[in-house]
């Protein structure tokens, strides 16, 4: 009688990939880390090299510059719409293949449209990152204490009525705003930037689309200039040098009005709220959308993306593995409930609302899937980082009072048609 031995498969040869972040503060950084845990136990012929940096500019930078040194990691993330001009740099693989082959695992068509309409470069063509964390909105919070002690009222009723406008805010804004005896502020009525992730929910509220085409290829404008636009920004000045309920920079420089309790109306996003959680325990706080312009209240689609370098020395099976891992509809239901931004998984979405009411009680949550609804995806423009930064050199000089809002307007807007006519032109 012959025994035939049991033939014991061999091990897979471990591997190891790199894979960076940004880490979005200690809370948020601490869900990434688990989650890269649970790729190494799910596949243990993987260790992952992790690469963290602490914000995303500076995390552009780096994986950039590594990216010209030739030592870019395997899989990486890529911060809002700056992803199709990485994808224009030739450096991000095109992931189509890939998604067909795994058709099974990926479900694409199971994902909010907003969220992976914003994940194909040239638009509609190649699908060259798959959506990062949640489908995450940006939101008004508020500290209900100190609404309570002024006796104003929680935004919720105006906003029902459809009447939370940014007059309505302003006006809350400057009745929560408080003076000691000497003219300094004690407590500060709101928060609000006028940055290029600020413009993608104000000027769709205001009614303006952020170009004159939604084309890439036929864009030749930028619409900072139209008159809705520079009320909103007037507005801004108005609220920073005339009723003193927004700070300057060198006023929340070194202090954290909200989480000291002494900010009234927060901006704030559902990828926040891990942080929110920790450092605003002292008073009780909700949210409700951000307020509404002439057109309607909108929001933005608040995917960050997942990518695998296309460089020949990439190990692209090894970074793909990671990113369709956390992609998956398992990964993407318990970061929605760790992060509290919507599922980007339409399966996702009810098993979520269920579970987020209970573990952080908020009325606000009533609001989250109509935000979801009315958010706008980014143009797709492979000139973002030009664009973001010429306007972030200028803007807070309109904001200040350094430099009249329609000058600085103007000077923006020169500066970034010029760079749109020399992309047409590459």
Not at 107 to 112: A, F, H, I, L, T
């Amino acid at each position: 009688v012959v025994v035939e031995k049991e033939v014991t498969p061999a091990p897979k040869e471990k591997r190891t990939i790199s894979f960076a972040w940004w880490t979005g503060g200690e809370a948020a950084n601490k869900v990434f880390e688990e989650a890269i845990d649970r790729f190494e136990l799910a596949y243990p012929e993987y260790t992952v090299n992790r690469i963290t940096v602490p914000g995303t500019d500076e995390f552009t930078t780096k994986i950039l510059t590594m990216y010209g040194a030739g030592n870019a990691p395997d899989a990486h993330g890529v911060p809002w719409g700056r992803v199709w001009g990485w994808a224009h740099k030739g450096v991000l693989l095109d992931l189509t293949p890939l998604i067909e082959r795994d058709a099974g695992e990926v479900q694409w068509e199971d994902q909010w449209p907003a969220v992976t309409g914003c994940c194909y470069y040239p638009p509609g063509e190649k699908i060259i990152a798959l959506p990062r964390e949640t489908f995450g909105q940006l939101l008004l919070a508020y500290n209900k204490n100190l609404l309570q002690e002024a006796g104003v009222d929680t935004p919720e009723g105006l906003y029902e009525a459809g009447d939370w406008t940014w007059d309505a805010w302003r006006e809350k804004a400057k009745a929560l705003t408080k003076f000691g005896p000497d003219g300094r502020r004690e407590v500060l009525g709101a928060s609000q930037g006028a940055s290029y992730w600020d413009l993608q929910l104000a000027m769709p509220s205001e009614g303006v689309p952020m170009f004159d085409s939604e084309i890439p290829s036929e864009i030749t404008h930028f619409n900072l200039d139209a008159p809705e636009i520079i009320e909103w920004l007037t507005r801004l000045y108005e609220m920073t040098n005339i009723d003193r309920s927004l700070a300057k920079p060198e006023e929340t420089k070194e202090f954290d009005w909200a989480a000291s309790g002494k900010q009234a109306l927060i901006g704030a996003a559902t990828w926040g709220i891990p942080n929110y959680r920790q450092q605003w325990v002292d008073f009780e706080w909700d949210f409700v959308a951000r307020p509404r312009g002439r057109c309607c209240y909108t929001n933005i689609q608040g995917s960050d993306y997942h990518a695998v370098n296309a460089s020949d020395y990439a190990d692209k099976e090894g970074g793909w593995q990671l990113i369709k891992f956390l992609n998956s509809p398992r990964e993407d239901l318990w970061w929605a409930l760790n992060m509290f931004g919507p599922p980007f998984r339409k399966s996702n979405v009810e098993a979520w609302v269920t579970k987020v009411n209970e573990i952080l009680p908020k009325n606000g949550w009533k609001y989250i899937l109509r935000m979801a609804d009315s958010a706008v995806p980014w143009t797709p423009i492979p000139f973002v980082e030009e664009l973001y930064n010429i306007h972030q050199n200028e803007i807070g000089q309109a904001i200040l009072g350094e430099r009249p809002v329609k000058e600085v307007v103007q000077s923006i807007v020169s500066k970034v048609d010029k760079v749109i006519a020399e992309y047409k032109q590459k």
